[in-house]
C-alpha cells in the first residue's frame, strides 16, 4: 500500500511531482548529516533469488524495502574481478559458463563440490536477467530516484577472494594470464599477496577501463572506489609512492566523472572506502585527507575489512583532520562482532549491537553510518526479523534515543605492513591486580539501566562475585550471570549493575581487579532504557 501511493504521488499532476521532486532532493542532499549508506554487494541478489521469477518488476521491488528507511544512498556494487552485468571491457560472471552443462563443468570444477550449486545460482540468475535483457543496475538506480534514494556504484578495486585457487570462476583472465602484475609474485602467504600492484600502469589502466564503461553506461549519482577490498595495493615497502599513484587515480576518476555530468544534468559524486586508522590508511598507500582537501572526493567511509565491526572508530580525529573540507564523514559498521583477532566464532551484529555502534559513531560526529555486509537475507544480521527496523533507526540519535543497546569492546582489524597490531583482548588477569578497558557508549542516557558484561575463562559463578567491578571509578555489584542474547562468546556472561548517573557521554573506563587468575575474552556496556 506504501508502495502503491509513492507510485501514484511520482505519477500524479504538476503539484504533485514538484512535491515528491524536492523529497527527492531534499533526501539527496548530501550536505545534511544523518543517514545510512547501505552497501548491496556483487552477487547476493542473484544466488538468493535464484530459481525464481525474475521480470523487471520483481527487479524493481528488491529496492523498494528501502523506500521510507534511513537509507540515503543505496551502494550498487556491479563487480569483484569479474562484473554481475554485461561488461564489454572486463569479463562477466558467466563467461565461460554453460548453463546446460553439469555443476562439475570446466568453470566450476575447481571449485569445492559443496559450494558448486551456491556459485552456480549467482552465474546462472545473472547470465538468465542478462538473457531476458534485464539490467539490474540501470533499473535499480531508476527505482531508487522514485523513492528518493541516492544510488551510487561501488566499485571494488581489487577483490581477491579465493585466490588460493588459480582457476576459481571468480577470477578474470587478466588476473590469471599476468601473475607479475601481482603485490608480492615471490611469496603466498595471504590472499592479499596476490592482489594487483597498483604501481603497474595495466593495472590502473585496467581498473579505469570499468570505471570509463560504468559511467558511459549508467546514470548514478555517485561513484565508490572501495579501496577495502581488499585493502592493500602495492608492494610491500613501496606505500609512500603510493599515495602519490592513487591521488592521481582518484584525480583522474574525478575529471572522469566531471566530463559526464554535464551530459548527465546532475553533479556526479565520488567516494572512497579507507581503513578507520587515518596512520594506517597513510601506510596502506592512501591519502584520503588530501583528498578532500583538493575536492577530489565528497564521501568518505571510514571502515574496517570484515573480521569484526570496530566499535571505537576515531572520527573526532578525522573530523579535524577533514575540517574545513565538503567531504561527508561516513562510519562503516561491519557485519560480523569479534572481540579479537583469535577469537573463532563468526558472531553477527543484532539489533541492539547495531544500535550502539550507530549510536556511537553518530555521537562522535558522523555524517552517515555505512553498512556492509548487512543484506536482505543469508549475509545479513543475527536477528534479521529486525532488519526493518534497524533500517529505521540506525541513521539518528533521535530514533535511537531511549532504545536498548549494547557496547561491545572490539578491535581493528586492517593495519599497514610492519604496522604493530593492537587488541584490548584477551587480557590474562593476575590476582590483586587492576585492569582497564576503555568503551565508547554514545550520548548519556537520561534514565534505564546499565550494565557491564564480562566473560571470563577460569574462575567459576563463586569466584567471578569477589571480583571488584569498577566505572570511571564507581563500584559496579555483580548481579549473577548475564542474560544469554546473541551474540555472545562461548563462556558465561557476568552482569554488574552501573551506577547510572556514573556512565559518561562517549568514552567509560571499565576497571577490574581480578581474585583469581583468569582470562578476560568479553567486555561490554549494555543499556537497558
Avoid at 574525478?254 to 565520488?270: E, V
Avoid at 561491545?408 to 604496522?419: K, R, Y
Amino acid at each position: 500500500m506504501l508502495i502503491s501511493r509513492r507510485s501514484a504521488l511520482l505519477a500524479g499532476g504538476a503539484g504533485s511531482a514538484a512535491l515528491a521532486q524536492k523529497r527527492i532532493l531534499r533526501r539527496t542532499d548530501q550536505s545534511s548529516p544523518g543517514g545510512l549508506c547501505l552497501n548491496e554487494d556483487n552477487s547476493h541478489y542473484f544466488y538468493t533469488r535464484a530459481g525464481q521469477k525474475l521480470d523487471e518488476a520483481a527487479v524493481d521491488s528488491w529496492v523498494d524495502q528501502y523506500a521510507g528507511t534511513h537509507v540515503r544512498e543505496l551502494m550498487l556494487c556491479p563487480n569483484a574481478m569479474r562484473t554481475s552485468y554485461a561488461s564489454s571491457v572486463w569479463d562477466p560472471i558467466w563467461r565461460g559458463y554453460d548453463p546446460k552443462g553439469p555443476d562439475d563443468q570446466p568453470l566450476l570444477a575447481s571449485t569445492a563440490p559443496e559450494a558448486r550449486k551456491s556459485a552456480r545460482r549467482w552465474i546462472h540468475t545473472a547470465w538468465e536477467l542478462n538473457q531476458a535483457g534485464i539490467d539490474v543496475y540501470a533499473r535499480w538506480i531508476r527505482r531508487a530516484r522514485q523513492h528518493g534514494l541516492s544510488p551510487w556504484l561501488s566499485v571494488r578495486m581489487n577483490d581477491v577472494h579465493n585466490v588460493d585457487d588459480e582457476r576459481s570462476f571468480l577470477h578474470s583472465e587478466f588476473w590469471r594470464e599476468n601473475p607479475h602484475l601481482r603485490r608480492v609474485p615471490y611469496r603466498f602467504t595471504h590472499w592479499n599477496d596476490r592482489a594487483f600492484d597498483y604501481e603497474r600502469a595495466e593495472v590502473r589502466a585496467h581498473h579505469f577501463r570499468l570505471i570509463k564503461e560504468l559511467a558511459e553506461r549508467y546514470d548514478f549519482d555517485g561513484l565508490e572506489l572501495d579501496w577495502m577490498r581488499f585493502g592493500y595495493h602495492f608492494r610491500p615497502g613501496q606505500e609512500a609512492a603510493g599515495r602519490e599513484i592513487l591521488t592521481q587515480f582518484t584525480a583522474d576518476v574525478r575529471r572522469l566523472l566531471d566530463g559526464w555530468q554535464h551530459r548527465r544534468g546532475h553533479r556526479i559524486r565520488l567516494g572512497a572506502r579507507v581503513p578507520t586508522r587515518p596512520a594506517t590508511a597513510l601506510g596502506l598507500g592512501y591519502d584520503p585527507v588530501t583528498w578532500a582537501r583538493r575536492n577530489l572526493v565528497d564521501l568518505l567511509v571510514v571502515t574496517p575489512f570484515f573480521s569484526s565491526c570496530e566499535t571505537d572508530i576515531p572520527i573526532e580525529l578525522w573530523k579535524q583532520l577533514l575540517e574545513g573540507s565538503r567531504v561527508t564523514l561516513a562510519a562503516g559498521l561491519e557485519i560480523l562482532v569479534r572481540p579479537y583477532p583469535e577469537f573463532k566464532a563468526p558472531l553477527r551484529n543484532s539489533l541492539l549491537t547495531a544500535r550502539g555502534a550507530a549510536a556511537s559513531f553518530l555521537e562522535r560526529g558522523a555524517d552517515r553510518v555505512y553498512l556492509f555486509n548487512f543484506m536482505d537475507s543469508d549475509t545479513a544480521m543475527d536477528d534479521l526479523a529486525n532488519y526493518p527496523t534497524l533500517l529505521r533507526e540506525a541513521g539518528s540519535l533521535s530514533t535511537l534515543r531511549g532504545k536498548p543497546r549494547r557496547h561491545i569492546l572490539t578491535f581493528a582489524d586492517t593495519w599497514a605492513p610492519g604496522e604493530p597490531r593492537a587488541s584490548a583482548l584477551p587480557v590474562a588477569c593476575e590476582p590483586g591486580r587492576w585492569y582497564p578497558f576503555r568503551l565508547a557508549t554514545g550520548p548519556q542516557p537520561a534514565g534505564g539501566r546499565a550494565y557491564v558484561y564480562l566473560g571470563l575463562e577460569g574462575p567459576g559463578e563463586e569466584n567471578i562475585r569477589q571480583w571488584e567491578v569498577r566505572l570511571n571509578g564507581e563500584v559496579c555489584p555483580y548481579q549473577g550471570p548475564a542474560p544469554a542474547d546473541a551474540p555472545k562468546p562461548e563462556v558465561p556472561l557476568s552482569r554488574f549493575g552501573i551506577p547510572l548517573p556514573s556512565l559518561n557521554r562517549g568514552y567509560n573506563l571499565v576497571e577490574l581487579q581480578a581474585k583469581h587468575t583468569a582470562r578476560v575474552v568479553w567486555a561490554e556496556i549494555a543499556l537497558d532504557l
